[in-house]
């Protein structure tokens, strides 16, 4: 089914000046970006992104990386949006991720892991109202 999903280029790929090179992987595989925007986060937009992962030992690191510096944050549209971004993303943890996958390639650490990708439909649909509540989406 065609399906959407929230992502983030987090700021240790925006500070490298890779946003295109992921722009360009998720086009590749045929995911359209519907809707766009930079930010610099709040620290309470950020907890309020997390808010699911709040009480993890990794929360506060999480929250202050997030807020380190401007994120790049996108609507993408495609079939099987979720899962196929995803794949394109590899494993949270970088050194876990598959060969390809833009965290192999991009990414340092567990924290500083180049992109977000909701995990699930429930997830994607609150995570997408989070940064674009007026659903300024362009979708044709
Ligand atoms: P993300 O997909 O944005 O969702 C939560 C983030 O927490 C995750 O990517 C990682 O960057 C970060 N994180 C840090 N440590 C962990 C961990 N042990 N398990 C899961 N996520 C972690």
Request: proline letters at 4%; one cysteine or more.
């Amino acid at each position: 089914a065609v399906e959407r999903t929230l992502s983030i280029i987090k700021p240790d790929a925006v500070a490298k000046n890779i946003i295109g090179q992921i722009y360009s992987r998720f086009e590749q595989a045929g995911l359209k970006i519907i809707a766009a925007r930079m930010a610099h986060l709040s620290k309470r937009e950020a907890e309020t992104f997390y808010a699911v992962h709040r009480g993890r030992p990794f929360f506060n690191d999480l929250v202050e990386f997030m807020i380190s510096g401007p994120v790049m944050v996108q609507v993408l549209e495609g079939e099987n949006a979720i899962s196929k971004n995803r794949e394109l993303m590899g494993a949270t943890d970088p050194k876990k991720a598959e060969k390809g996958t833009i965290r192999a390639d991009f990414a340092e650490s567990i924290d500083a892991n180049a992109v977000h990708g909701s995990d699930a439909a429930e997830t994607a649909a609150v995570e997408i109202v989070c940064f674009f509540p007026t659903l300024d989406v362009y979708s044709r």
